[in-house]
């Protein structure tokens, strides 16, 4: 592969990046604004040698994926909203059962049906804590298609590090817009490939103990060494066990090998916060708007700049807290009713100074929006 430059969709470059890290098995079923990754991953996969399957809903399409991982392959779904929901039973699957896997969700409206042609960033909360119980989540999200491409390859490298479900969480402007990105050389990007256990054929394998810098070597279900996968809390073996002192290390370990490398996970992008004293954050579609808004206001001599999140899960706490410590003002652009915004406030010294700028009504929100939203703080005085 050389590098090559070309004009696409989001969702075609999410195809193309996940090509790139290696997928070789896509289950899913079609939802709008999700559908042409499907439709695109039809025709590419076959035709090198990878396996695509349109299941019969989203509920057997992430069960078909963790079986396909657990075989050995590097493997992606896709899906909305309401495939989202249902895809929650068998995501918690793959956390507790440590299953690498890249769950695609391109956002639309909702509750429910909802808009399923319009924009929104609703379920931010959803991705974090959808599937019961305490978990640790890898959730990544990016605003343009070079930055998607990368942030794409950048998934399948932290499921196969932290044997784990990541979610590429993207929204419908994202996904559906149309810009240049550059493919670049293969192995430009570097790719992080199964870690495969160094056990022989007939020795114990022990399938959930962890090395001392705490990743977990796989063997393929189905080939040398016989194991057990379970949903339940299990020992290392992979056996149910209700032992208070194994139930403990399992959920600490599930969390904690994620909550322990959140620095190492964060992604963000900063433009021109080194003298900052009204900060935006954002993330997405709503990050493009953001940036037109920064760019306008500093020619004109405003001390504004924008944190953009591209790891929304594990939240960088400590890295918002240091980039908003001098700002006067805080503003979070969303578009929903503010769930980003309640962890920037959890992450800065005063709160108080953090508003939000935002828009839910199935229309992407604009530099006009952010501007009279800005004009009318800074009319009361914050």
Sequence with gaps: MTESLAFMQGNEVCVEAALYAGLDFFAGYPITPSTEIAEHLAR?????????????????????????SLTGHKVMTATSGPGFSLMQEGLGFA?????????????????????????AQGDVMQARWGTHGDHAMIVLTASGHQDLFSVTVEAFNLAETYRTPVILLLDEVVGHMRERVMIPEKNQIPVIDRLRTSVKAGVDYHPYLPREDGRLPMSDFGGEHRYNVTGLYHDMWGFPSTNPKVVHGLIRHLTDKIRHHAMEISRVKEYHLEDARTVMISYGSSARSALHVVNHRRARGERIGLLELQTLWPFPYSLVAEKCENARLIVVVEMNLGQMLLQVKRAVRHPDRVMLANRVDGVLITPSDIQSILRLIQGKGV
């Design 44 to 68: 590419r996969l076959p035709s090198i040698g990878g396996k695509y399957i349109q299941m019969e809903d989203e509920i057997a399409s992430v069960c078909a994926i963790v079986g396909a």
């Design 95 to 119: 956390v507790m059962a440590e299953i690498p896997m890249v769950l695609v969700n391109v956002q639309r409206g909702g509750p429910s049906t909802g808009l399923p042609t319009g924009p």
